[in-house]
């Protein structure tokens, strides 16, 4: 069964200091991953997504991910975190079971805490 | 950019009442979605609809139902509200091909009394 985790419920880090928040993922075939940030009371935005080609990928508000295909895993990047960076990040894959592809597989969410 | 609406921000009724969510996309999306998300639990798939008037339930469809008249329009209904669907439900639409990148409502915070 295909499945999304994110081993850390929450993420604590001082602004200015590097950030990683981590994703990783069990699918058959080629992975489509995902990141998306919530704020407080707010839906999810997308951050940004891996399909093919480069491993690093540039998103939104300064965030990359880098996908490692020998560790299954996407985890999600900034070089110096932000305090506005505080919120809830969720990791995605997309189904590819049972020929449907329009769904997404969700991980559980990491709240990340941006100390000043 | 894609718009995605929900009717309501905060919404409060009461056990039994018939409850209507409405969603609205204005990027011609085929697929569209509905969530809830509570504490601990991430984000549950209640339904979703890949074209008018076509759905499929997701993970946990129990006391729900949708209505897809039009492309731009997904409906979640509560028959009958009760109170362990109070929720943030969270309304999502996208793309058939491509990246199928979701994107999401603001959310409406429906709490059942």
């Known amino acids: 069964a295909q499945s999304v985790a994110q081993p850390e419920d929450q993420v604590n880090v001082a602004e200015g200091n590097p950030l990683t928040v981590k994703c990783t993922y069990s699918?058959?075939?080629?992975?489509?991953l995902f990141w998306y940030v919530q704020y407080p009371n707010r839906g999810l935005q997308f951050l940004l997504k891996?399909?093919?080609?480069d491993n690093l990928v540039k998103g939104s508000y300064g965030f990359e991910a880098e996908f490692n295909k020998s560790q299954t895993s996407f985890h999600l990047k900034k070089p110096s975190a932000l305090v506005s960076d505080s919120a809830l990040y969720f990791c995605?894959?997309?189904?590819?079971?049972?020929?449907?592809?329009?769904?997404?597989?969700w991980g559980l969410g990491t709240s990340l805490a941006v100390n000043p | 950019d894609v718009k995605v609406t929900q009717s309501s921000r905060y919404l409060v009724k009461r056990t039994g009442e018939k409850v209507f969510l409405e969603c609205v996309q204005d990027?011609?999306?085929?697929?569209m979605f509905w969530y809830r998300q509570d504490p601990g639990l991430g984000l549950r798939l209640i339904y979703f609809?890949?074209?008018?008037?076509?759905?499929e339930k997701g993970d946990i469809p129990e006391g729900y139902s949708v209505s897809r008249e039009k492309k731009e329009r997904f409906s979640l209904i509560l028959e009958s509200a009760s109170t362990n669907q109070t929720s943030m439900y969270l309304c999502?639409?996208?793309?058939?091909?491509?990246?199928?990148?979701?994107?999401f409502g603001p959310g409406t915070r429906l709490t059942v009394l």
């Open positions: 999502a639409s996208s793309f058939m091909t491509g990246g199928n990148e979701q994107f």
């Open positions: 609809s890949y074209d008018v008037k076509m759905k």
């Open positions: 891996y399909i093919t080609g």
């Open positions: 995605a894959v997309r189904d590819i079971d049972a020929g449907n592809n329009r769904k997404l597989i």
């Open positions: 699918v058959s075939g080629n992975p489509y």
């Open positions: 990027m011609d999306h085929e697929n």
